[in-house]
């Protein structure tokens, strides 16, 4: 599947502009982590992964991560790739197997701490990441009732699963929303004009 196909497939499920600035953003997350992680020869994939992992979730809130194998085999996607994408909702959604792969382990983490971080920017003046220091986000991801749809719990864990201590994913993910951040407003705005 190209990417150009895989937006045309995630907006004709997903109509809300802040589901796909969402999907956008994991994309470019997940890209620039295939890079930092050694796996840039699978990046392609990887960001496929994240720009469709919410495939299923605007149509079916309710049975996220059920509603989207299908959607994704009507695709011919296949399975390896579906599982990847269910695997963000493990210990959430019904059904979503435990991320094994590093890919999966770190779209699991990364997917809950983009919104927390999105939700942070816009509060900012400059309603960005560029200038987000790190104690800045501790202090948001410590407030509990800030952005409270984000589960601190999976982003903990994620971060258990990686091997990585909080600050570390909290770092990477920053520098990766930093480096994806203009090209994901400029997606918009160009999508936007199209939809």
């Keep these: 599947m190209t990417r150009d196909e895989a937006i045309a497939l995630f907006k004709a499920h ?3 502009p802040f589901h796909l600035q969402h999907a956008l953003t ?20 990887w960001s496929l992964i994240g720009l469709l992992h919410d495939i299923d979730f605007g149509e ?8 989207a ?26 059904g979503s197997p435990k991320p094994e792969h590093q890919m999966e382990k770190i779209l699991f983490a990364a997917d809950e ?23 800045s986000l501790k202090k948001k991801f410590k407030d509990k009732s800030f952005a409270a749809g984000c589960s601190r719990e999976v982003i903990a864990q994620g971060a258990a ?16 929303m930093r480096s994806a951040e203009p090209g994901v407003r400029a997606e918009m705005e160009r999508l936007q004009g199209t939809a």
């Design 60 to 67: 079916s809130p309710d049975r996220h991560c059920e509603v």
């Design 113 to 135: 701490l983009t919104g927390l971080i999105g939700a942070a920017a816009l509060m900012r003046p400059s309603k960005s990441v560029q200038d987000m220091e790190l104690k």
């Design 26 to 45: 994991v994309e470019a997350v997940m890209r620039w982590f295939a890079a930092d992680q050694g796996f840039a020869g699978d990046a392609e994939r």
């Design 69 to 94: 194998p299908g959607i994704l085999r009507a695709a011919g996607l296949d399975e390896a790739f579906i599982r990847s994408v269910v695997s963000h909702g493990y210990g959430l959604c019904k």
């Design 14 to 16: 997903n109509r809300e």
């Design 161 to 176: 699963e990686l091997g990585w201590e909080l600050d570390m994913l909290f770092e990477k993910t920053l520098e990766a």
